[in-house]
Structures are given as C-alpha cells and as structure tokens.
C-alpha cells in the first residue's frame, strides 16, 4: 500500500531535549516536505526537498533542521524544542513534476512543555 | 504566493450535490488548482486537481472558470464521510499555499 508515515504519533517533551520525527515514504518520490498546522493558521511549510541532499526553507523553518541523506526518508530534528513548537505536524511526498498530487502522513502531535 | 480564498463553511445534506467554491484572482498562468480535504484527526487527503480544463474523478469534479480565477469543487452525491474540512490550493513550483478551508457540514 502507497503511504507516508511519520513516527512518533503523539510526542510530550520538556524545552531543549533535542527531537526527531521521522518520515518514511514507499512511493519512490523525489519532494518531500514537512508542515506544522496551529489553529486558526492553517498549514504552513516548513522545509522542503526536491531530491536527495536538496532541501530548501519553506514559510516557517525557525527552529527546524532537516535532512535527505535518503529518497524514502525525511526527519525533521529540533533541536531545542520550544513550547511555541506544540503543534500538529504532517510529513508529504510526492513525484517531481509540481502538479502532481501530495500524499501526506497521519501526524504527529509535539507537545513542548 | 498567489492566494486562494474561500467560505469559512457550508452546510448541505446527504445525497445533494455539493458546491464548494474558491477564488484564486492571482493566480499565475503554471499553477495547477488543487483540492485537498481533511477529515478530523487525520493529514489531508488529496481531492483532485486541474490546471485549466474541467476534471473528473471517482471522489469529485472540479470546474475551472475560463479566466482561472475561480474554481468549484463538486461532490455529485454528499456523504456523511464527506464531512470534512476542504482546501482550494494553488500548487506553485515547490509550495502548496494552505488557506484556511471550507468546513461542510453534511447533514443526514
């Protein structure tokens, strides 16, 4: 079955324990991207990646790293988590050409206390 | 990045069709219009997508005014699985813009 998934579901942290969420992908596509959706601000990109060893900032990447060693794999790091990162985060892919559609992952819930 | 506005929400019935509009007035002649929805507690689920011709899928149609700056998503027949929060997206070389959506509220 053709899928995104992200691990941790659901994360509770304190500020500054450094973190990773990983995002694997089975459909052999070259962008991935990661984003974050608050209430009332909708979903807003991070980062995103075109290919293996190319990333590129999106709308809000403060506080973010990322890396593409991989095609299947995209993790996003903190690594000084903050509480104003508590959100809802989704990890997408999809093939190269822009039009194409995103299949996106079921969320992981970051709580930074 | 072009913008896409759209009702905050909107109500219908079970087995009408369903007619969630989206204006996109600054839209660029290469983005493609994207339909995604989300249903609660889940990631957005893509719809369907088109760039100036009308579109058909097995989920929905989506109707493209001939000046691309309005588009129209068309559920034949509502569900009560169709209840979900609904994105018009402009999808440019990169970035998928996120709105705030259409929430539809479909009643039994």
């Known amino acids: 079955e053709a899928q995104v998934t992200q691990n941790p579901r659901y994360l509770i942290t304190v500020t500054g324990k450094k973190l990773t969420v990983t995002c694997s992908q089975n459909?052999?596509?070259?962008?991935m991207s990661w984003y974050r959706q608050d209430p009332g601000l909708g979903l807003r990109q991070i980062y995103y990646s075109m290919n293996v060893e190319v990333t590129d900032k999106g709308d809000v990447p403060e506080g973010y790293k990322v890396s593409r060693k991989e095609k299947r794999n995209f993790p996003l790091i903190l690594e000084s988590p903050s509480p104003n990162q508590t959100s809802l985060y989704f990890c997408?892919?999809?093939?190269?050409?822009?039009?194409?559609?995103?299949?996106f992952g079921p969320g992981t819930r970051l709580t930074v206390l | 990045d072009a913008k896409t506005t759209q009702p905050n929400s909107m109500e219908s019935n079970e087995e009408e069709p369903v007619h969630l509009p989206c204006n996109h007035s600054?839209?660029?002649?290469?983005?493609?219009i994207h339909w995604y929805r989300q249903l609660p507690s889940q990631g957005p689920e893509y719809v369907i997508h088109?760039?100036?011709s009308n579109v058909n899928n097995r989920m929905a149609s989506l109707a493209i005014a001939e000046d691309r700056k309005s588009s129209t998503l068309i559920l034949h027949r509502a569900t009560l699985r169709d209840a979900a929060v609904y994105y018009c997206?402009?999808?440019?070389?990169?970035?998928?813009?996120f709105g705030q959506g259409t929430r539809l509220t479909i009643n039994p």
């Open positions: 997206i402009l999808q440019g070389a990169q970035k998928l813009v």
């Open positions: 600054t839209i660029s002649g290469t983005d493609y």
């Open positions: 997408a892919s999809r093939g190269p050409l822009s039009g194409q559609a995103k299949f």
């Open positions: 088109g760039l100036t």
């Open positions: 459909m052999n596509h070259e962008y």
